[in-house]
């Protein structure tokens, strides 16, 4: 199994998928990019995770994420599968679901775990910056649905990072103070930060979130 870490660059790949032959990074381009594997289609967790999905593409497309879905399913098995979950989700599925028949991706990318199940793939999340390196690593077992609120808290804490210099403690919401990421000095953070902070420990340094 590969093991990726956070801080690789994605591993490149190409594939067949429902919105057609697919080069992962020429598909990324110069955005951000998510990458979640399901175990199996037409399973019921996966079909509310995937109408979930396609209903928050508006919250997706307005932080310049796109989104990707890929199971050892073949293409033919993912076409079919999509009606179902447009007919029973009220969605439409317009990113592209990858057909990994072969398993190249998904060993790729270690998200088939052997030891839990050696047929299909677990709910593995990636997120990966527009530099192509990967941001965040989520591991879910196939019975538990991911929460796609908390897949866009973290991709605005992600953002706030790489655009802002901040980080956000524990429990952040969108909207609330967030943390002065400790690299960052004072005389920085007075330049940066024109909503002024407050040092509650010099190491902890709180400022309104600024965008
Ligand atoms: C599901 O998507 O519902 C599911 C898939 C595999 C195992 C358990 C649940």
Same mark, same amino acid.
């Given at each position: ?5 956070? !801080?690789? $660059?994605? &591993? %490149?790949?190409? #594939?067949?998928? +429902? ?90 990318? !270690?998200? $088939?775990? &052997? %030891?839990?199940? #050696?047929?299909? +793939? ?90």
């Amino acid at each position: 199994m590969n093991t990726i870490r956070l !801080g690789d $660059i994605a &591993p %490149n790949f190409t #594939a067949w998928s +429902t919105q057609g032959g697919f080069d992962f990074h020429e598909w990324l381009g110069t955005d951000w990019g998510m990458l979640v594997s399901h175990p199996a289609d037409f399973t019921p967790v996966c079909t509310t995770e995937l109408g979930t999905m396609a209903n928050y593409s508006k919250e997706f497309e307005a932080r310049n994420v796109k989104v990707a879905a890929i199971s050892v399913d073949p293409l033919d098995s993912h076409f079919e599968w999509i009606k179902d979950i447009e007919e029973t989700q009220n969605a439409m599925v317009r990113f592209p679901l990858i057909a990994d028949h072969d398993r190249e991706v998904s060993e790729l990318y !270690g998200m $088939i775990h &052997p %030891n839990d199940d #050696a047929t299909m +793939t677990v709910r593995s999340v990636f997120i990966i910056a527009p530099d192509k390196r990967v941001k965040l690593i989520l591991t879910y077992p196939a019975s538990t649905g991911r929460n796609f609120d908390e897949l866009l808290r973290v991709i605005d804490s992600l953002q706030l990072t790489q655009y802002e210099a901040l980080a956000t403690p524990a429990n952040w919401k969108n909207g609330e103070d967030c943390v002065i990421l400790p690299s960052v000095s004072n005389e920085e953070a007075e330049e940066r930060f024109p909503k002024g902070f407050e040092t509650v420990k010099p190491y902890l340094r709180l400022t309104p979130q600024p965008n």
